[in-house]
């Protein structure tokens, strides 16, 4: 989306619910816990952020990201709220960050409830600076995801991404497929009909991964470090927003937080 087209606008998502403007983090995801608050889309804005008890619960979550974006290697939004410049044919240019993030979680406790092995999906467009809204997002759950995991993810996983909204949808439950080695990574959704992003390792000096360590990974306290990987395929394949991008920024990297770390 252009910058001139980027006024705070709604829209319907996959499941046909009407989606508020200008979301804050925590209801972005908050309202995509569909089995916990199953009328949220049709709430106004704000008013579900997921439930007191949830909010209160305590937790841990360690996952692993097989990420990808449209920005170049490596991605400025890491050091900045400007993504990368594209250029047009036309000599103009615009700035945006269209991701695609295949998660699984290695570890993670919920109220006592187990978050091992779960995977979700998470799309979208930091647009031109995120300090000030992000464009899009869209989550998906695989199916066998239970409302308690999915109200732990809508809990945890907004602590870890500081942005407004300008958009947001649940996404109809897919399959997710996610393998990872040091030499290569590949996540699909609905086995690549949804979405792929697939990595190689940056060839270095030896034959271990390049890895940037001691940079915060957004609000996660704790990370081991940027394993680079630029990615040969990175699309999103669902509606309007689908986009596809080669040779730009990838990268994994494992993440640790807890309900200790966030601060009220």
């Keep these: 989306m252009a910058p001139a087209a980027a006024a705070a606008h709604s829209h319907r998502n996959t499941r046909g619910f009407p989606v508020s403007n200008e979301v804050t983090r925590r209801a972005f995801l908050g309202v995509a816990a569909a089995g916990a608050v199953a009328t949220a889309f049709e709430s106004p804005l704000g008013a579900v952020i997921g439930s007191e008890q949830a909010a209160k619960a305590a937790w841990t979550m360690n996952a692993t990201i097989i990420e990808a974006c449209s920005c170049t290697m490596f991605c400025p939004c890491y050091f900045s709220t400007i993504p990368s410049a594209h250029s047009h044919g036309s000599g103009m240019s615009e700035h945006f960050c269209r991701f695609n993030m295949g998660y699984r979680i290695n570890q993670g406790r919920f109220n006592g409830v187990a978050l091992d092995g779960l995977k979700f999906w998470i799309a979208g467009d930091l647009g031109a ?10 989550i998906t759950f695989e199916p066998s995801a239970t409302k308690q995991q999915r109200e732990a993810i809508t809990t945890i996983v907004p602590n870890v991404y500081p942005v407004k909204w300008k958009a947001f949808s649940l996404g109809q439950d897919a399959a997710i497929d996610w393998t990872a080695t040091k030499d290569r990574a590949e996540a699909r959704l609905d086995a690549g009909k949804g979405g792929i992003v697939t990595l190689r390792r940056n060839p270095g000096m030896s034959g271990d991964p390049t890895v940037i360590a001691n940079l915060r990974y957004f609000g996660a306290p704790r990370n081991t470090g940027f394993h680079l990987m630029p990615n ?33």
């Design 129 to 138: 600076d995120f300090s000030k809204s992000g464009e899009w997002a869209e």
């Design 232 to 264: 040969e395929t990175h699309a999103y394949r669902r509606g309007p927003n689908a986009f596809e991008f080669k040779g730009t920024t990838g990268f994994m990297i494992t993440y640790d937080i807890t309900s200790k770390d966030v601060t009220t």
